[in-house]
């Protein structure tokens, strides 16, 4: 009743402006027509009895009034039709949209043609097919997210334990203490390449670009990790041409070889062997990181540059599926472009293209000599 009430007086309102409105057209009306037939009499000679102009005058007043009346009738079903009912469909849309379901979808209205309510109702579409990629993307991080960090968490949670009991034997505790730091190190680094990744998809790391040598960056972050391949007794394979520059933020690019060199380390069984070359091609500063790893499957490929995606062979070694997602997004930040080419039980060569520095775009970018 309380929602009937403020319907039907928004209905008494707009009939009492309505009659207003028509009573008075029709008034003037007749008064204009009265007077038009005064003045052909009083012209033309026409000789008009006051009965006859009294009734002249209520036909006209009665024409009017039912015409107006008429014309009020049609307007309003035309308003009901062409306007509140996709109103209301756009309405109803929306607020099943605020309660979170964006599988709602507004059907072709086709009513005042092609720039009238189907323009709202496909802007309304696409906004709510981007807010369920969105919402997906949203749940499928916080599961992804959800599921890397349970398994440290449960590593970190059973070695503690076990390093509680008094006579666990000091060769024992140290095994422990190994595989408690390692799971600390996979948990830092989840959180560390997830804050990155969300700073630069959220434009808060910005560029900072000089000219260097890329052959002595690659032969620094390379050499980083001769601990690692020396460990797993890999052969290392190099080919880099001098005097490559380029243009570009050297921290941001170090994060790409650092995970590139890491990932190939981790996907290559001992005695295996990993490679790097750099070389001009015209314009360009062409990388390629190459291993006798595992390899992926074209499945698995089309989706390895995505946040947390893992194939098959990646559940194998630990990771957190972030790594190569930020890699992408660095690369698209400097300009570059990355591919990958892999067959399973082959390896992989990961190809990074960098836009090259030229010796006249070099000697413009340094600064001038006091």
Not at 43 to 57: E, I, K, N, P, V
Not at 107 to 119: N, S, W, Y
Request: glycine share 8%.
């Amino acid at each position: 009743m309380s929602g009937a009430r403020p319907r039907w007086r928004a209905w008494g309102l707009a009939l009492r402006r309505y009659l207003t409105f028509f009573l008075t057209m029709a008034f003037l009306i007749t008064c204009c027509m009265t007077l038009f037939i005064s003045q052909l009499q009083t012209t033309l000679g026409f000789a008009f009895t006051q009965q006859q102009l009294s009734r002249a005058a209520r036909l006209t007043f009665g024409n009017v009034l039912l015409l107006s009346l008429l014309c009020t009738v049609v307007d309003e079903v035309r308003r009901r039709f062409l306007v509140d009912r996709p109103v209301r469909q756009i309405v109803q849309a929306a607020r099943r949209i605020t309660r979170g379901d964006f599988s709602v979808r507004i059907p072709p209205l086709g009513i005042l043609g092609e720039d009238g309510f189907d323009v709202i109702a496909n802007s309304f579409n696409t906004l709510a097919q981007e807010l369920a990629g969105m919402e997906t993307l949203r749940t499928d991080f916080i599961a992804n997210v959800s599921h890397e960090l349970k398994t440290p968490l449960a590593v970190l949670q059973n070695y503690g334990t076990l390093l509680q009991q008094p006579a666990l034997p000091e060769q024992t505790r140290l095994e422990y203490a190994r595989a408690v730091t390692a799971a600390s190190r996979r948990l830092a680094s989840l959180v560390t390449n997830n804050l990155k990744l969300n700073k630069l998809e959220n434009q808060q790391i910005y560029p900072a670009a000089a000219t260097y040598d890329l052959g002595e960056q690659l032969c620094a972050c390379l050499l980083g990790f001769e601990e690692a391949w020396e460990a797993k007794d890999l052969e290392v394979e190099t080919d880099l041409q001098d005097g490559v520059f380029v243009h570009t933020d050297s921290e941001l690019l170090s994060l790409v070889w650092n995970n590139l060199f890491s990932n190939a380390i981790k996907f290559t069984a001992p005695g295996g062997r990993i490679g790097l070359t750099l070389r001009a091609w015209g314009a360009d500063a062409v990388v390629e990181v190459s291993d006798t790893g595992c390899g992926i499957s074209p499945e698995v490929g089309r989706h390895i540059f995505e946040k947390f995606y893992q194939g098959d062979t990646s559940h194998a070694t630990q990771g957190n599926g972030l790594g190569l997602a930020l890699v992408r997004r660095v690369v698209d930040i400097v300009g570059g472009s990355i591919t990958v080419h892999s067959e399973v039980g082959r390896g992989s060569r990961f190809t990074v293209t960098l836009r090259r520095e030229t010796d006249e775009e070099a000697d413009r970018t340094q600064p001038p000599s006091a």
